[in-house]
């Protein structure tokens, strides 16, 4: 199976005084606007990191919803996080981490099991395999 997405930016002007917006195939985002103020001096807007961090924090929750049913558990809830770290380098900016922190309320299921189980889907996940980064994880089970 092959499944493609697609998402779109549209940029005019020049890094500093441009503007821009992004576009995503389901609708989602539709002309968000983006520049290099809401990249990189704080203000509110969207960036390519956070939308990166919202990709690998779902896909990352998805994965564990089927590794956990895999081995017989089902979340009541499970509430993940990524930040996704942007650093300035010799030759440019790269992204160097993506930090996911999980919350999760899954019954019978012990930390040891639990744990092994997020690591699985940390490694695995599809947009993990993509980032060329450090990915850790800090996953706590609650209740």
């Given at each position: 199976?092959?499944?493609?997405?697609?998402?779109?930016?549209?940029?005019?002007?020049?890094?500093?005084?441009?503007?821009?917006?992004?576009?995503?195939?389901?609708?989602?985002?539709?002309?968000?606007?983006?520049?290099?103020?809401?990249?990189?001096?704080?203000?509110?807007?969207?960036?390519?990191?956070?939308?990166?961090?919202?990709?690998?924090?779902?896909?990352?929750?998805?994965?564990?919803?089927?590794?956990?049913?895999?081995?017989?558990?089902?979340?009541?809830?499970?509430?993940?996080?990524?930040?996704?770290?942007?650093?300035?380098?010799?030759?440019?900016?790269?992204?160097?981490?993506?930090?996911l922190?999980?919350?999760?309320?899954?019954?019978?299921?012990?930390?040891?099991?639990?744990q092994?189980?997020?690591?699985?889907?940390?490694?695995?996940?599809?947009?993990?395999?993509?980032?060329?980064?450090?990915?850790?994880?800090?996953?706590?089970?609650?209740?």
């Open positions: 199976m092959k499944i493609n997405r697609s998402g779109s930016a549209v940029w005019s002007g020049g890094l500093k005084d441009g503007k821009g917006t992004i576009s995503t195939q389901s609708g989602a985002l539709a002309a968000h606007p983006y520049g290099f103020a809401t990249r990189f001096e704080g203000v509110p807007g969207s960036n390519p990191e956070e939308l990166i961090a919202a990709a690998h924090a779902s896909c990352f929750t998805m994965a564990l919803s089927k590794i956990l049913g895999e081995a017989g558990f089902t979340a009541e809830k499970m509430e993940s996080n990524a930040v996704v770290t942007l650093e300035k380098q010799d030759d440019g900016f790269a992204i160097t981490a993506s930090k922190t999980l919350k999760a309320t899954i019954a019978g299921i012990d930390d040891d099991r639990f092994e189980l997020a690591a699985n889907a940390k490694a695995n996940c599809p947009v993990s395999k993509l980032l060329n980064a450090d990915i850790s994880l800090d996953a706590e089970l609650l209740g």
